[in-house]
C-alpha cells in the first residue's frame, strides 16, 4: 500500500498539542466508502478457495485435479489431492500483478492524488471481475486474475495511506482499520456466496462475476470523495487543503495541522522518488526499511492467507463433504469478521504493541495444536474420512488461530507500515511495503498446497515456528505508534533503545533538539533561534535545521536531507 505524500517532517516534532478537531461524520462516510478497496481484496481471497472446490470449475479448468479428486482416496495422500501447479497459479498470478502494479501506484498516488489511483483501481477490478465471470478457457481466466491483481494493487496502495490522511491522529488506529473490517465483511461475503452457489451449474460464474459490486463501490468513491488535505498541498492546491482540513476535523482551527502539512510539503518537493528510495539505504533511516519489509512478511508467513484460500479444500481434503467444506468456511469467515471488531475497539487502547504481543502468542499455540492433532489423527486413520469430532476439533483451533490474526496481525500488519514512514522515505516505503506484501502472498499461493503435501502436518509447525519468530521480532523491534502524530513517528525511533544505536548519535540529537524547540506550543521556535548562514534566508536556515544530517550526495547537494 504506498503512498507518495509528504506526513512526517521531523521538524514538527512536539507540536502535536496544537491540533484541534474530532472524528466527524465527513470523515465517517469517507472512511466506509474508501474501504470498499479492502472488499475487493477480502472477496476475492474468500472466493478462490470456496470456488477450486467446486466439481464444475475443476471439471472445465483443471480436469487434472478433477480426476484426482473423483479417484478412489485410498490411492491418494489426503495432503496432496489440490497438488496442482496450474491450479496454484490461478491463486497467486493475482499477487504477482499486484506485486508489479505497486510502484506504478506508487508514482500515481504522489503525482496524480490517492482518488486517482482509487478509481484506477476499481477499473481494473471491474473488467477482471467480468473476465473471469465470462472465462471460457484457463486463458481468460487467468488475464482475469492478473487484471484483479492490477486492482488491488492499486486500491492496497492508495486507500490505506488515504484512510491515515483523513483520520484525526486520536482515532487513526480504528480509521486505519476499516480497511481491514472490509476485507473480513469482503471473505465472508464471498464464502457465503460460494455456499449458496456450490449445487449450481457453473455458479463458480456468479460468484467471481460479484467481484464488480465492491469494483463499482470504489470506483465511485474515487470520483466522489474529496481528495486528503495532504495530497492537496503537495500538489500545491493550499486553499483546497484548507476547506479540505476543516471539513473533515469539524473546525476552523486547524492552523498547527495545516502548517504541518505545508512544511512537509516544502521538504517533500526536495524528495523525488528515486531520492526517496536512495534514503532507505541510508543508516538515518534503517529502521523504515526494515520494517517496510519486515512486517509485510511476517504478515504472509503467518500463513493466514493460504488457509484463508484453501479453507474449503483443507476440509475437503480432512474428509468433510463439499457443503461441509465450504460451511467451515463461513464459520471461520464470521469469526474473523467479529474479531476484527475487537481490534478496532482495542487499538487506540491497549495499542499496536500488545495487540501484536498477544494475537502472536494464541496463534503460535494454535498452529502447534492443528499440527500435532493432524499428524496423530492421521497417523490413527489410514483415509480422508476422518470422524466428526477430529474435524470439529480443527475447525475450533483454526478459528482460534484466526481470531488471534485478526486483531493482531491482519489489521496491524497494514496499519503500522502506513504509520512508520517519515516523509523522506514515504513513497518508497510504503511502495516497498506493498511490493513485499503481495511478492510473499504470490510465493505462499504458489508453494502452499506443494508444501501440505510434502510436509504434511507439519506445515503448521512450520508457520508456528515463523510466528514465534515475527513475536520475537515485535518485542524488540516494533516500537508503540498509538497516539502518535503521524508528525512525531520518528522521534519513537530515536528514543528506542536499539533503533536510536542503528540510526546514530547525530541524527537522534538533532531530532531531540528540534523537539524541545517545538514543544510548549512554540511553533516557530527552530526559525527564531536559528542564525542565518551566509548567502541563506532565515527561512532556509529554518528547514535546514528540520532535516536530519546526512552526507551530501554530490557537489550539486545544496541541503543535507532525511
Not at 469539524?250 to 536512495?278: H, K, P
Not at 474428509?319 to 461441509?324: I, L, M, P, T, V
Request: contains cysteine; proline residues 4%; glycine residues 10%.
Amino acid at each position: 500500500m504506498g503512498g507518495g505524500g509528504p506526513i512526517g517532517p521531523i521538524g514538527t516534532a512536539g507540536r502535536a498539542s496544537e491540533y484541534h478537531g474530532r472524528l466527524t461524520m465527513a470523515v465517517m462516510f469517507a472512511a466506509i466508502i474508501a474501504a470498499s478497496g479492502g472488499l475487493l481484496f477480502g472477496y476475492d481471497l474468500g472466493v478462490t478457495g470456496g470456488v477450486e472446490s467446486m466439481d464444475s470449475f475443476l471439471s472445465k479448468f483443471f480436469p487434472g485435479v478433477y480426476e484426482k479428486k473423483q479417484a478412489d482416496a485410498d490411492n491418494h495422500s489426503p495432503y496432496c489431492t489440490f497438488d496442482d501447479q496450474l491450479l496454484a497459479l490461478f491463486t497467486s498470478s493475482l499477487f504477482l500483478a499486484g506485486m508489479a502494479m505497486a510502484p506504478v501506484a506508487s508514482y500515481v498516488t504522489r503525482r496524480f492524488g490517492r482518488k486517482v489511483t482509487m478509481t484506477m483501481g476499481g477499473l481494473f477490478f471491474l473488467f477482471g471481475g467480468a473476465m473471469n465471470a465470462a472465462a471460457q478457457n484457463l486463458g481468460m481466466l487467468i488475464v482475469g486474475r492478473i487484471s484483479l491483481g492490477f486492482g488491488i494493487g492499486a486500491a492496497n496502495q492508495s486507500v490505506p495511506l488515504y484512510l491515515s490522511e483523513m483520520a484525526p491522529h486520536h482515532a487513526r488506529g480504528a480509521m486505519n482499520i476499516m480497511f481491514q473490517l472490509a476485507t473480513t465483511i469482503g471473505i465472508l461475503v464471498a464464502q457465503l456466496v460460494n455456499y449458496g452457489v456450490q449445487d449450481w451449474d457453473e455458479g463458480w460464474r456468479l460468484s467471481l462475476g460479484l467481484a464488480i459490486v465492491p469494483a463499482s463501490i470504489l470506483t465511485i468513491g474515487g470520483i466522489i470523495l474529496p481528495e486528503s488535505p495532504n495530497s492537496l498541498v503537495e500538489r500545491g492546491k493550499h486553499e483546497a487543503a484548507r476547506r479540505v482540513l476543516e471539513r473533515i476535523r469539524g473546525t476552523a482551527e486547524v492552523d498547527a495541522e495545516f502548517a504541518d502539512m505545508q512544511e512537509a510539503a516544502a521538504s517533500a518537493r526536495q524528495v523525488g522518488e528515486l531520492q526517496a528510495w536512495r534514503n532507505l539505504l541510508k543508516p538515518q533511516y534503517r529502521p523504515q526499511a526494515v520494517l517496510a519489509v519486515a512486517i509485510p512478511t511476517f504478515q504472509q508467513w503467518t500463513g493466514i492467507n493460504s488457509i484463508m484460500f484453501y479453507v474449503p479444500i483443507l476440509f475437503s481434503s480432512l474428509g468433510a463433504g463439499k457443503s461441509a467444506s465450504l460451511l467451515n468456511a463461513v464459520i471461520i469467515g464470521s469469526v474473523n469478521l467479529v474479531s476484527t471488531f475487537v481490534s478496532i475497539l482495542l487499538v487506540d487502547r491497549a495499542g499496536r504493541r500488545k495487540l501484536f504481543l498477544q494475537g502472536g502468542t494464541q496463534m503460535f499455540c494454535m498452529q502447534i495444536a492443528v499440527g500435532i492433532l493432524l499428524g496423530v489423527a492421521f497417523s490413527s486413520h489410514d483415509t480422508t474420512n476422518l470422524p466428526d469430532g477430529i474435524v470439529y476439533t480443527a475447525l475450533v483451533l483454526i478459528c482460534i488461530f484466526v481470531a488471534g490474526f485478526a486483531w493482531s496481525w491482519g489489521p496491524l500488519g497494514w496499519l503500522v507500515p502506513s504509520e512508520i514512514q517519515t516523509l523522506e522515505t514515504r513513497s518508497a516505503g510504503f511502495s516497498l511495503t506493498v511490493a513485499t506484501n503481495f511478492l510473499f502472498s504470490f510465493v505462499l499461493g504458489q508453494c502452499f498446497l506443494s508444501m501440505l503435501c510434502a510436509m504434511e502436518y507439519g506445515v503448521f509447525l512450520f508457520f508456528a515456528a515463523m510466528v514465534a519468530g515475527m513475536t520475537l521480532f515485535v518485542f524488540f523491534l516494533v516500537p508503540e505508534t498509538r497516539g502518535v502524530p503521524l508528525e512525531e513517528i520518528y522521534t519513537l525511533y530515536c528514543k528506542h533503545p536499539i533503533w536510536s544505536k542503528v540510526i546514530g548519535r547525530e541524527a537522534v540529537e538533532a531530532t531531540e533538539q528540534l523537539e524541545m524547540r517545538n514543544s510548549g506550543g512554540m511553533a516557530v521556535a527552530a526559525m527564531e533561534m536559528a542564525k542565518p548562514s551566509s548567502g541563506s534566508t532565515p527561512r532556509e536556515e529554518a528547514l535546514e535545521l528540520r532535516a536530519l544530517p546526512s552526507q551530501p550526495e554530490g557537489p550539486d547537494d545544496k541541503t543535507a536531507q532525511l
